[in-house]
């Protein structure tokens, strides 16, 4: 069974730093995208950033550019992102998402549930 787990949400002051954390389990996580999105309060989803982990390549959307970076630990099931100097706009509920990209059974889209990074002025 495909599953995933966020964790490492919370509240920080501005200029802080967290680290969020993306469990899965289920997954050849090699043959997969997984991206960060998150959804603030009364705006739509947006994604943050992903990482294809087949060759390690991520991209970050330009707001979060030089303050966030995803990390993994080769061979491991979880994928990090590190979030330092942080501001009041990053805000927002964080979702991890597996995105396959192989059609095989097996192989789908999956979410997290995930969690609530606020950040104080």
């Known amino acids: 069974q495909l599953q995933i787990v966020e964790s490492g949400g919370g509240l920080v002051q501005s200029g802080g730093s967290l680290r969020l954390s993306c469990a899965t389990s289920?997954?050849?996580?090699?043959?997969?995208?997984i991206h960060w999105f998150r959804q603030a309060p009364g705006k739509e989803r947006e994604g943050v950033s992903c990482?294809?982990?087949?060759?390690?390549?991520?991209k970050y959307t330009e707001s979060v550019k030089g303050r966030f970076t995803m990390a993994r630990i080769n061979g491991r099931n979880t994928v990090y992102l590190q979030m330092n100097s942080l501001k009041p706009e990053d805000t927002a509920v964080y979702y991890c998402?597996?995105?396959?990209?192989?059609?095989?059974?097996?192989?789908?889209?999956?979410w997290g549930q995930g969690t609530l990074v606020t950040v104080s002025s």
């Open positions: 990482m294809r982990i087949s060759d390690g390549r991520t």
């Open positions: 998402n597996a995105d396959p990209q192989i059609i095989a059974t097996g192989y789908a889209e999956t």
């Open positions: 289920g997954f050849t996580l090699e043959y997969y995208t």
